[in-house]
């Protein structure tokens, strides 16, 4: 037993500074400083990077782009990062979804449902992640962008931003019922937002007609949970 812990302790002093190098990371040491025209043209620069929600988690140039983030040789650090015009490259638009969809995998699982995603691999024409969230997922589009996105193709309509009203509308009210709930409440508020993760999933495969539908029950549901519970607070 101490002797396995032993074993585990060397190995953990071996991977360590691995683990907990992001000031030693070199994509970051350097690209930090740049300010060439490379850092504007596409997609995000640093600074979208640095205020992301992927900066705060930690995921880091490479966990998209590829590449070794422990040299200072700009040849062996790029190994492997393609610029996203190159069909190889793990940004280059038809991949966007398979390389988001390695950490973001009911989104991509749903997306891979829809015609859209058989349209961007067969034509390269049809949307991708970064058409609604942008390359650095800093924002979702509003609602009347997102219907421009879609009517470039679809004559009518598609609904696509009654249903983005819907989803935002439910997560404002889940944010309110989720503050100051009473203890009892707990294992209901829990249910709620697993529901309404799966609507935000489901979106992924624009089931446009079950995102309104659903987010406008689940509404109903928690509104009429708020009546039936005395509050604290306002
Ligand atoms: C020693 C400095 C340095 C390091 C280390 C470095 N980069 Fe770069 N990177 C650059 C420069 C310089 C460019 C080119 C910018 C230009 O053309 O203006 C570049 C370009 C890029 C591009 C654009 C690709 C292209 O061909 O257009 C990506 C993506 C990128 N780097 C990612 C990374 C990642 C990921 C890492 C770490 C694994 C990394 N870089 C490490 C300096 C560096
Ligand atoms: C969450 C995934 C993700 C992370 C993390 C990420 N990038 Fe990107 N990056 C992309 C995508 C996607 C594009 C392509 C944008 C487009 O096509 O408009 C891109 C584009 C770029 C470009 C423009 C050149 C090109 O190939 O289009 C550079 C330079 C770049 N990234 C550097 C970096 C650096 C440096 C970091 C770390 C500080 C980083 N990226 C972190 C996803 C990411
Ligand atoms: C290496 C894993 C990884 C990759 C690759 C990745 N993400 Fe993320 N993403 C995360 C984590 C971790 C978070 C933080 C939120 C969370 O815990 O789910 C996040 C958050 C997000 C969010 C929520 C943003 C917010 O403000 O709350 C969106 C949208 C998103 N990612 C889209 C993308 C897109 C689009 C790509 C591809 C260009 C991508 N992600 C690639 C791990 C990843
Ligand atoms: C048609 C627009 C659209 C496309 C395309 C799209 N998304 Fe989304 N995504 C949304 C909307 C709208 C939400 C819900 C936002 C909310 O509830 O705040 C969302 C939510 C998310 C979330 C959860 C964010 C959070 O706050 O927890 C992740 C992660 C995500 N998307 C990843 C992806 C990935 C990966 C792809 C590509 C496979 C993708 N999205 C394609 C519009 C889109
Ligand atoms: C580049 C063209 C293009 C764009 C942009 C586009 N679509 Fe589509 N979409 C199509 C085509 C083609 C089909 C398959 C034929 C059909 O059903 O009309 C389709 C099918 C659909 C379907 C039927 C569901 C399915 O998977 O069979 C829905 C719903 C839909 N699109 C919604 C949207 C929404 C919402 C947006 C905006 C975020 C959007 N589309 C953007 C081309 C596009």
Redesign the pocket.
Known sequence: MVKKNFWLILLFLFFAPALCGAAENTCLRCHEQLKGPAHKAAGHNFADWKKSAHAEKGILCQACHGGNPGTMDPVKAHQGVLPSQNKNSSVHFQK??ET??RC?VE??TE?RKSVHHKMLQRSGKG???L???GAM?TF??TASD?ERTCSLCHGKPTQ?AKA?SA??SL?NFLNVYQKNLPKDEKERAAMFQKRYQKI?QE??S?DVVFVIAESEKLMKEIKAAMDRKPRKGP
């Open positions: 966007i979804p988001c969809g973001h989104e991509f997306f949307p991708n992640c058409t609604c969230h997922a979702v589009l997102l696509a983005l989803i935002l997560k935000q979106w992924h624009f």
